[in-house]
Structures are given as structure tokens and as C-alpha cells.
């Protein structure tokens, strides 16, 4: 089948047969059926391990890969990832927890987010994560717990740069920030550090998420391994770990492009060059969440009634924002774009209309497509938003409005 009639480029990197979506090697409804409920959120192992093969192609073979576990914290997703990528970064202690079961060393795991408590660090401590240090308070706390631990623990500097990552759909570097260090007040915390008697690992860089644009990610890398060698000066010890950062985006609306990433790869190599010479005990990492995981996710959802209002028409379905808040445009704030919607065994369809989607909640808010080309739909079908393995069902208020969740599973 050919997708040139479609309005979602994002729908290419799928098969359809008879006009029905496959996922997991099966067709959609088949898997509806053997889920036995609706919504549900599907995850495709497959497409998240040929994404991380596409990274190792593509990027100098020396960079490591981190998996950012908030993007997607399903037990079943993190432990396939744990067989594919060299670490992974959490941001709780619920996280950690995850991260320990899988068969990664604790030394591959780092713990950073600014507000960590007391037992939390502890645990960390104890299990023999890297810590990356949010504050200066929070590197006294660090050294403390060890002390009355007997283990000395392994710390990173999370740096707040001097710079921003440009193009971000979320900035989280630059300014006043509440993340990291600011950078021209880490050679202070790092001489404390060595008096504290630390394990120093090296620095976190992390400055946004959701950007498409490979020059400014380039930018953001160049500029965050000028800053390592600058402050690497002010260490108790050699750099081991340089980790910088994520936020590779997705395309989620129309104009988007997709990263590109042998760009970003052509970049790196050269920056593994200085690197090698400037930092030569120095690993570096990539930690990535969405990059990682928001096209292999799909959410689907049942059509329960179609309604017209006023030369309108809705398809009221069982699931909505409180499962999937991204794609109902975050509660409004934003200026809403519509997410790719589809009707999933109806992908091409007879007849095509306008449609908007709807879900249960009462709030003209639970909007899952405004308006959107789609097949024409009928009670029972099965709608599906595309690009939604990535801050979905975590990152959604399920709680609002008492329905049930939505199950997750991974095929
Ligand atoms: C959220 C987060 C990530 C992942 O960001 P993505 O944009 O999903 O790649 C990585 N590192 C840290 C510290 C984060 O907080």
C-alpha cells in the first residue's frame, strides 16, 4: 500500500495490510483482541531496537547510550532496553528501582533531578549509582550519607551551561535555572568536592528536550565539551564520565522533520578527537529518552459513539487526555497542534471526513484530534495516536476523572 495519501509522515515507518495498522507483526485488531479491553498503549520492541541501531550506526562507536527512563518507564520497555543500550538515567528512586533490576551494573546508572531526599541518596549511595549533583547543599547531603554508609560515593557535576540549547521544545540550560550548577560556580563546588572526599565520575550537561534541529544540538555539543575542558581543570581527578545530554526530538506535527542524526554523528567524531586529547580518561555518554522510544508507541483507543453537532463530527471514544495529555495539548496551555491520529483498521478508508476526537472526560479540553482528515469511522473502530511511546501514560493525569487506566504492553 502506498502512504501518499496520508497526512502523517509519521505512518510510513509502519506496515498496513487491509487498510489495518500492524504492530508487533500483527494487525492491530488482532492485538485489540488479544489485549481484550481498550485503551491500551503498544509498544514495539522491534522498532525500539532498530532505533538504537540506527544511533550505533550513525554515531562514533566510542559514544555510549543511556536510556533517560522517564520518558517511558514501563518494567517491560526498560528491561528490553537494558539489553541494548550502556546505561541508564533516572530521576526518582522509583526509577532507580527499575533501572537495578535490569542487568546493568549499578555504576551504569545515574541518579539526577533537583529535591533528592535523604533516603533517597542513601539508596543510591548504597547501591553504588552515580549521583549527579544538583546543588551544593545536595553534595554536602551526598557526603554525609556516605560517611555514615562507610562508602565513598560516585558523584557527577550536573552543570547548568552558560548557554541554551536552541530550537528546544523544552529548555533546561541556559539563565537561572533550578537544574545543575551554574558553571561559573562549579570550580567552587569542586574543590569542596575533593575535600569532601568524593569519588569525582565527571560532568552532566543536560540542556533540553524535544529539538529537532541537528545544527543547534551540534552547537549545544560543541559548546558542552568546551565547558568540560574548561572546568575539568578545577577537578580533584581526571574526567571518567562526560555525559552530554539528550533531547534528540520527533517529529509530532506537520512541517516537522525528522533529526538528523548522521549529521549530529559526522559532529561527535570530530568532537571525539578533542575529547580523546583534552579528557583521555573520558567516556562519553548520550542520554536519551523520546529519541529512544516515542515512535515505537502507539495509543489506541474505541470508537463508542459518532455524534454530529452542528455539522460536526465527533468521535466520542473511551479514552482521552487524563491517558494521553500530550496529544490533547497539555491541558491547553499551549497553542494546540493535533498529534497523528488514525483510524487504525480503517488506515486509507472508503470515505474520508473531518472529524474531531473526543474522550469521556467533561472538559472541552479532552481533545485527542481537532478537526482532523481521517478515514470515516464507525462505533467500534479503533483510533490510534501515532508517536506516543514517549511521555504518554506517565506523564498523563489519570487520576482526573476516576476512570480506570489504561493498560500498557509490549510486543
Ligand atoms: C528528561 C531527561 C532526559 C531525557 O530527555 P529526552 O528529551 O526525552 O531525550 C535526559 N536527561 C535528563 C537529565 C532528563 O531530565
Known sequence: MTHQLLEHASLAQFSVQNDCLQIGGMALTRLADRVGTTPFYAYDRKKITERVELLR??????????????????????????GLVDGMDVASIGEMRVALDTVLAPEKISFAGPGKKMHELRSAIAAGVIVNVESQQE?????????????TPKVAIRVNPD?????????????PKPFGIDAEYVPVVLKQLGLLGLDFM??????????????????????????????????PSPVKLLNIGGGFGVPYFPGDQPLDIAAIGVNLQ????????????????????????AEAGIYVCRVLERKMSR?????????GLHHHLAASGNLGQVIRKNYPVIIGNKVQGATREIVSVVGPLCTPLDLLADQMPMAAASVDDLVVV?????????ASPTAFLDHPPPIEVLV
Do not use: W
Request: aromatic letters at 6%; zero cysteines; proline letters at 2%.
Open 386 to 394: 501515532l508517536q506516543s511511546g514517549a511521555y504518554g501514560l506517565t
Open 311 to 319: 455539522g460536526q463530527v465527533f468521535l466520542v471514544t473511551d479514552g
Open 139 to 151: 553534595m554536602e547531603l551526598i557526603a554525609q550519607q556516605g560517611r555514615d554508609l562507610g562508602i
Open 202 to 235: 565527571g560532568f552532566h550537561v543536560f540542556s533540553g528536550s524535544q529539538n529537532l534541529s541537528a545544527v543547534a544540538i551540534q552547537e549545544a555539543h560543541e559548546k558542552t565539551v568546551q565547558l568540560a575542558i574548561q572546568l575539568a581543570d578545577y577537578a
Open 163 to 175: 548557554f541554551e540549547l536552541k530550537s528546544s521544545g523544552m529548555k533546561m540550560s541556559g539563565g
Open 57 to 82: 550506526q550513525k554515531l562514533p562507536r566510542e559514544i555510549l547510550l543511556h536510556y533517560a527512563i522517564k520518558a517511558n518507564p514501563m518494567a517491560a520497555v526498560v528491561q528490553h532496553l537494558a
Open 270 to 293: 570530530h568532537l571525539m578527537q578533542i575529547i580523546k586529547q583534552q579528557l583521555p580518561n573520558a567516556t562519553v555518554a548520550l542520554e536519551l529518552g523520546r529519541y529512544l522510544v
